[in-house]
Structures are given as structure tokens and as C-alpha cells.
């Protein structure tokens, strides 16, 4: 193929249309058949060979003479490419579709521009050459074919270089895997997993794009894809609202970032401060009294680079939020030492939360009463409740909620019992997820902490707001915090 087309090819997605949405620069069908559902992007015109060669000569026409400049608008672009196309001669029939993609390619990111603007995707993942690029898709699950197969190595890593360059990160044969995140003008978070060379890999490169929407999913939608029930996020949000701390663990793409942000959506009212290493958390624009901070580490190829600046920790953004005076403390996701501080800032009063990758409680624990992180057994008290969540072949469901009391401090009956060390821990299982129903079930009777704070009809009233809420199509995260601070003011009287 001719390294001077953009380097793809479109295959037919087998079995019947179910559903058709627009995205930017195409428009998306979904396509069922007997393996499960197909993803085909349809571009607004038709690509050819000859349509690519064209599109690389305007392309170089405008890089010779250096007339496109940043942050032009695409009506100013697209003059310049009318002017183009005159001068290099583009058959008339053919200037639409060459315009199209010389657009593409110059102000988005050529031909994966449809994948990466779909906000109803979470995940595009490219498997080299001549394979079909994969995506999860919300609505129609893990793992779905698309008709869109890259057939250019160089021509994929211009498109991928070029997000890496605008973020500062080198890849290239010294730097082969890389990751980093961008900003698209929407707010949608783009987070890049890159490797790119034949030395590390056998069919380069690979490119994993998780997609961040721009406004964070709401706790009714929630309920909707049966993620978890009304009753559990209602347990879950009176804890959280009597500065009780939670635990949400998981494995990767589990769901425990969404869960614990469709959680903060509940408390409108309160003083948010968040922590994390990648801006994944989105509050509702309303919340305007919180404080959002990301870390800024300094790597390898930094070090010897004149005016690099120092670098800024998770566990240094977590120091600072502790004299930022918030109600809530949120670290995105706690790897290491920076658990310490939060749980010191649990135990001076304030609530918090925090995501964590294990597969079940047991190991959560364990491991971070182990050696690498070193929380000692007493302090693991600092955490109320743990969230377990799980990918299921049908979507993310929480399968376990199951409270922590430690027992030196408040002795109690407990159902189950662990031994951390010469610390005894009760563990009482709240909620469970039922696969034969499909439904998260939750006992509030189970409840030791409601039974030390009261409020186990509080919990059903918000239950029965949260589920009215979902039955009536109340899916928008702003619009479930403004239901919610109408709550507190008829209810709660605040």
C-alpha cells in the first residue's frame, strides 16, 4: 500500500442493523448477528486509495507553505483547502471527500476521529496491522468488532504520535511504551496506552484509548444497567453523608472509578477535594465548592531537560487537601504510601474514599496490611464499608458491600470474623449480588454502623427518591444533584 494514503481499510459488518447515532465526522451502526453485536463506522464519504493519495498532496501543499496555523478555525482551514485542491489540480468529483478527510487528518485524529469522539464508548483498543480495531461499547457490551482495520504501521503511529507530542511525552524507539491522557475540547478525558516497537512487539503498534466522558454518570444510570439497586447506593450515600469512609475494589476496568463518582453526585452539599494521578473523576459543574488536583511525577527523559519542574506526588496532593479544610477526602486510586494520609485524615474527622485493585475484600486487605504499603492492622478500622465490583459478562455489577468493625474498639457478635495480625476485625455482609435474579441485594438490618447511627428509614426513603428518580428517566448527573439538594431542602430541612 502506498505510504501516501491514510492507511485504513472498511470492512462489512456482518448481520442486521439495530441501531444507527451520529459521532463526529460519521455516523455509527450497530450490527447484530450469532457472535453478538458488530461496530461500523460510515464515514460522511466514501475512502479509496486514490481519495488517501490526494488527501497526503494538500496535505504537503499546506506543510511547505506554512500556512496553517494553531487554533485556526475550520472554516479557515477549509478555504485553505479549496485553494489546495485548486492548485494541485483534486478532480472535482473527488474534492467533498478530500476535503472531509484533509479535515480530518489535520484537526482531529484522521480516521479513528468517530471512535475517539463517542462519548457511548469506554474503551478503543487497535491490535496492530491488518487486524480490526475492538471496542466496549455501554450499551452493547465488551469486547465488539468494528469494520475499521489499520493496514499502515506508519500511518496509525502519525495519528498517535502526534497526541503524544502535543502532551509532552516522547514514543519512539528509546521510549517504545508509553501512556498519557488528553483534553478534547468537549472535556472528554482520552487516555493513551501505547507500544509501538518491533523490538517489544510483535505486530506494533498496539494502542489502548480509554474514553472519559465529560460529565460523570449518574447514580440513577446506575441503577438502570442494574450496576447496583436503589437500596445499595442509598446504604452506601448515608454512610458517606455521616462522614462514614468507603472502600471501592475491583479489577482493572471493573467499574470502581464510576461507582465511587456516581456517589459524589449524591452529596452536592458538601466540601469535595479529590486527589488523583489521571483526571478521571468528573463532578456535576454545579459543585463549585471542591477542589480538584492531579499529580505531575517527573520521569526518566525529564531529568536532564533544563527548567523541569519538580515533581508533584499523589501523596503530596493528598498532604495539601488535608489543610484544604474539605469534608471529603477522594483519592482516585491508592497504590502506595499516600493510603497513610488519607487514612490520617479519616481519623481526624473528615469522610473519605478511595478506589483499590483487588479482587475480594480478603485480598484488599492483605495487601494493605503488607509489607509494601504498611497500614497497620488498627488502621484499617479508618474504613466503614468496602464496595466490591465486578465485570460481569452481562455488564459491572457490585457482587459484595460488606462492613468493617473492629472489634478491640466495638465489641459486636460478628457473623464473620478475620485476625489481621493481633487486630480482630468483624466483617458484615451488607449486600450481595444475586446472578439468578441479576439484582444487587441489600440487608440494611444486617447493619451495624445503621445501627449505631440510626437512620435505617432515612436509608428506605432515599431508596424509594433514587428509584422514582430512575423510573422517570432522570439520567443526567446535574439534574440528579439539583433532585438531590431539592431532597435535603424539603427533607432534611438544610
Known amino acids: 500500500m502506498s505510504?501516501?494514503?491514510?492507511?485504513?481499510?472498511?470492512?462489512?459488518?456482518?448481520?442486521?442493523?439495530?441501531?444507527?447515532?451520529?459521532?463526529?465526522?460519521?455516523?455509527?451502526v450497530i450490527h447484530k448477528y450469532e457472535d453478538g453485536y458488530c461496530y461500523s463506522v460510515n464515514y460522511e464519504f466514501p475512502y479509496s486509495e486514490r481519495v488517501g493519495e490526494y488527501v497526503y498532496k494538500v496535505i504537503e501543499y499546506l506543510t511547505a507553505r506554512q500556512i496553517v496555523r494553531p487554533n485556526m478555525t475550520r472554516e479557515e482551514l477549509g478555504k485553505l483547502i479549496e485553494m489546495a485542491m485548486a492548485d494541485i489540480g483534486v478532480p472535482r468529483p473527488l474534492r467533498a471527500p478530500v476535503r472531509f478527510y484533509v479535515q480530518l487528518e489535520a484537526a482531529d485524529f484522521s480516521y479513528l476521529t468517530p471512535l475517539f469522539y463517542d462519548m457511548r464508548l469506554e474503551n478503543v483498543n487497535i491490535n496492530g496491522v491488518d487486524q480490526p480495531i475492538f471496542v466496549d461499547h455501554r450499551d452493547y457490551g465488551y469486547n465488539v468488532k468494528t469494520n475499521v482495520i489499520p493496514t499502515d504501521r506508519e500511518a496509525t503511529l502519525r495519528i498517535i504520535g502526534r497526541v503524544y507530542a502535543e502532551t509532552g511525552r516522547p514514543l519512539n524507539e528509546q521510549y517504545p511504551i508509553q501512556d498519557t491522557y488528553l483534553r478534547l475540547p468537549s472535556g472528554a478525558i482520552l487516555r493513551f496506552a501505547t507500544a509501538m516497537s518491533s523490538r517489544n512487539s510483535r505486530n506494533p503498534p498496539y494502542v489502548s484509548v480509554r474514553i472519559q466522558p465529560p460529565e460523570p454518570i449518574s447514580p440513577t444510570k446506575l441503577i438502570r444497567n442494574k450496576t447496583i439497586s436503589a437500596l445499595g447506593l442509598a446504604y452506601l450515600w448515608y454512610l458517606f453523608e455521616n462522614l462514614k469512609s468507603i472502600m471501592v475494589i475491583g479489577g482493572t476496568g471493573s467499574?470502581?472509578?464510576?461507582?465511587?463518582?456516581?456517589?459524589?453526585?449524591?452529596?452536592p452539599h458538601k466540601r469535595i477535594a479529590i486527589a488523583e494521578e489521571t483526571p478521571e473523576i468528573r463532578l456535576p459543574k454545579s459543585f463549585?465548592?471542591?477542589?480538584?488536583?492531579?499529580t505531575s511525577p517527573l520521569y526518566d527523559y525529564q531529568k536532564n531537560l533544563p527548567g523541569s519542574e519538580s515533581a508533584i506526588y499523589l501523596i503530596d496532593l493528598v498532604r495539601y487537601l488535608l489543610r484544604a479544610r474539605p469534608d471529603i477526602i477522594i483519592i482516585g486510586e491508592s497504590r502506595g504510601r499516600e493510603i497513610h494520609e488519607l487514612i490520617q485524615g479519616i481519623l481526624?474527622?473528615?469522610?473519605?474514599?478511595?478506589?483499590?485493585?483487588?479482587e475480594d475484600l480478603i485480598e484488599a486487605l492483605m495487601r494493605m496490611t503488607g509489607e509494601a504499603m504498611g497500614v497497620s492492622a488498627e488502621h484499617i478500622s479508618a474504613f466503614s464499608a468496602v464496595a466490591t465490583v465486578k465485570k460481569l459478562d452481562i455488564g459491572r455489577r457490585v457482587t459484595s458491600i460488606t462492613e468493617?468493625?473492629?472489634?478491640?474498639?466495638?465489641?459486636?457478635p460478628a457473623p464473620n470474623k478475620l485476625r489481621i495480625k493481633e487486630e480482630e476485625f468483624g466483617?458484615?455482609?451488607?449486600?450481595?449480588?444475586?446472578?439468578?435474579?441479576?439484582?444487587?441485594?441489600?440487608?440494611?438490618?444486617r447493619s451495624f454502623w445503621l445501627q449505631k447511627l440510626g437512620g435505617a428509614e432515612e436509608v428506605f426513603a432515599r431508596a424509594e427518591f433514587l428509584q422514582a428518580l430512575a423510573d422517570k428517566g432522570v439520567l443526567d448527573a446535574e439534574a440528579v444533584a439539583e433532585a438531590v439538594r431539592q431532597y435535603y431542602r424539603i427533607r432534611l430541612k438544610i
Open 3 to 28: 505510504a501516501r494514503t491514510l492507511g485504513f481499510r472498511l470492512d462489512q459488518c456482518p448481520g442486521s442493523p439495530v441501531e444507527e447515532y451520529a459521532v463526529e465526522g460519521a455516523h455509527i
Open 255 to 267: 467499574g470502581k472509578t464510576t461507582l465511587l463518582n456516581a456517589l459524589l453526585v449524591l452529596l
Open 288 to 294: 463549585q465548592n471542591s477542589i480538584m488536583l492531579f
Open 348 to 358: 481526624t474527622g473528615h469522610g473519605g474514599a478511595t478506589t483499590f485493585h483487588a
Open 404 to 412: 468493617i468493625v473492629w472489634l478491640r474498639a466495638y465489641p459486636y
Open 427 to 445: 466483617l458484615i455482609d451488607v449486600g450481595w449480588y444475586d446472578r439468578n435474579k441479576d439484582s444487587v441485594v441489600v440487608d440494611v438490618k
